[in-house]
């Protein structure tokens, strides 16, 4: 999910990944165990639930703040 800034350039993101959680823990019975894997890792490598992206004028795109 993200929210348009209505005043100014930033976006801030949160992130909704709770089917991932349930694809690593195996909640679902066909999915495949490289699917289950990536999800695994997925989660593993997450920093954050939410990210708020800077809007870089100069260079004409987001970046990470």
Not at 17 to 45: L, P, R, V
Request: aromatic residues 12%.
């Amino acid at each position: 999910y993200y929210d348009l800034p209505q005043h100014g350039t930033s976006i801030n993101i949160a992130l909704e990944y709770s089917i991932i959680m349930m694809n690593c823990g195996g909640a679902f019975s066909n999915t495949h165990e490289k699917d289950k894997t990536t999800s695994c890792k997925f989660i593993d490598n997450i920093k954050s639930d939410s990210l708020q992206l800077i809007w870089d004028k100069k260079n004409t795109k987001f970046f990470l703040k």
